[in-house]
Every structure is written in structure tokens, then in C-alpha cells.
């Protein structure tokens, strides 16, 4: 925690929330202090994973779920950083593989009706899920 104590300005609406470093300002339930550590309760915090491409360039993604269609299992992200040719409402989605049941791998999709469908099911996913 900071030295300096100060109202967590994430939303959460505890009095007690402190944010760990003096320059975290959240705001719309967004982190943008850009301390990976950061436990002022936001709640994408928790949800920010690394990617790394082929090249090695490692990449910051917010997760936003995993769902099943057709027998495979698809995971969607959006940018949680910077992205040359990707907005920040942008939805990435993945098929995730098991190579070996140890590590998993997640492979682009290439078929334009692959990727309509299950961009179409995630959405409905969240839409079930705002509904509850």
C-alpha cells in the first residue's frame, strides 16, 4: 500500500479500498495506472494475462472468457494495452488447444464463418450474464 493513504477512486465504494501506488487512478471499473500489481480492486485487475506471439513479442490482454461450441473449446480477449491494428473495444478470440495436456496453445482462427459464429456466441454469453 501507499504510504500516502487515498480514496480508491476504482468504484467499489469501500472506504478502506487503498490503491498501492499513489498514480493508480481507476476509472469505469478500468485499471489505468499500468502497475500489473495493482490491488485497488478494479475489476479488470485480476483478468490481465500476457500473450506472446510467434516472435517472442509479449502482448497484454484483458481475458474475458472461455466458452465451448462445436465440441472445441474458444477463448476471447480484448487489448489491455496498445495494440498496432487492434482498438481497445477490439475482440481477440483464440481456439484453445491441449497439445499435451500440460500446456495449451492458442491457435488463430481462419475461417471467417468460424470466427462470425463463435464471436456470435460469446455475445451471448455476456448478454446472459449482464442479464443475471
Partial sequence: MCDKEKKCTCGCEDEGCNCEHEDCKCENGE????HEDCDCGCEFGEDIVELTTDDGKKLKFYFIGTIEYNG???CAFEPAEEI???TEDDMVIFELSDDDGEESS???IEDEALLDAVYAEFEKAMEEEDEE
Avoid: D, I, Q, V
Avoid at 485499471?31 to 499500468?34: A, L, V
Fill in 31 to 34: 485499471c489505468e495506472c499500468g
Fill in 72 to 74: 472445441k473449446s474458444y
Fill in 84 to 86: 498496432e491494428g487492434l
Fill in 106 to 108: 492458442l491457435l488463430p
